[in-house]
């Protein structure tokens, strides 16, 4: 079993739709949680950091359940420019050590 | 300001060679990571730097991988006799200190034939 699982998709949804991502890990070690994007054939960039309460940053929503082990991501009011892969990442040890998930691919048409 | 530069870009190679990947990492950076990324597949960590040292190896695919890390600063990871499972984006990424948020640079795109 992998670490960090995600749904692969593809999520297709049209503009202005919700979307909801989910992810589950499976160390409870793990101590912090972050939503990166990654556009075709680009680096990953950090989109926001998971907090406890769950935290808001303009359309996107993030939440955490530790006793779950699940983290999710809302997007709402989906734009064609945030078609990507959204990476659900684990920071697991005393260092920045970040475990990956496969990814849910997001396509959003007009 | 400069981001992580990774070199070069793309580099296409037979098997059995051995290929040097360069990464420098944002000036400042003492955290220094370096991951691999295969096709429709997430980030595998390979190898952590903090400083000049390498306190975790644990994600080097084999003994055919190396990395170090002069001056605080370059990184470069070698790959010796390369295998055709060794086709892959190799990403590095820095951050200011161990717990900050990591940077990634564009990335080698590495294959071999």
């Known amino acids: 079993r992998k670490e960090v699982e995600q749904d692969p998709g593809p999520f297709n949804v049209p503009e202005g739709a919700t979307v909801a991502f989910n992810c589950t890990y499976s160390n409870s070690a793990s101590q912090s949680f972050f939503w990166y994007r990654q556009d075709c054939r680009k680096e990953p960039k950090l989109l926001m950091s998971?907090?406890?309460s769950g935290n808001e940053d303009g359309r996107f929503t993030a939440q955490l359940n530790r006793a779950s082990q699940y983290i999710s991501l809302l997007i709402r009011d989906s734009k064609l420019s945030d078609s990507a892969t959204y990476l659900c990442v684990v920071n697991r040890g005393g260092y920045n050590k970040l475990i990956f998930g496969a990814g849910t691919r997001l396509a959003v048409h007009p | 300001g400069a981001g992580v530069s990774q070199s070069p870009s793309n580099k296409v190679t037979e098997k059995g060679k051995d290929v040097e990947l360069r990464c420098d990492p944002i000036s400042g950076h003492t955290a220094l990571y370096w991951y691999r990324q295969s096709l429709g597949q997430g980030l595998e960590f390979l190898i952590y730097f903090q400083g000049n040292s390498a306190p975790d190896k644990s994600g080097l695919p084999s003994d055919r991988f190396s990395a170090e890390r002069t001056g605080g600063s370059v990184s470069t990871l070698t790959i010796q006799r390369t295998q055709q499972e060794d086709s892959a984006v190799y990403l590095c990424?820095?951050?200011?200190?161990?717990?900050?948020?990591?940077?990634f640079g564009d990335g080698t795109r590495l294959s071999i034939l």
């Open positions: 990424a820095s951050s200011p200190a161990g717990n900050q948020p990591q940077h």
């Open positions: 998971v907090y406890s």
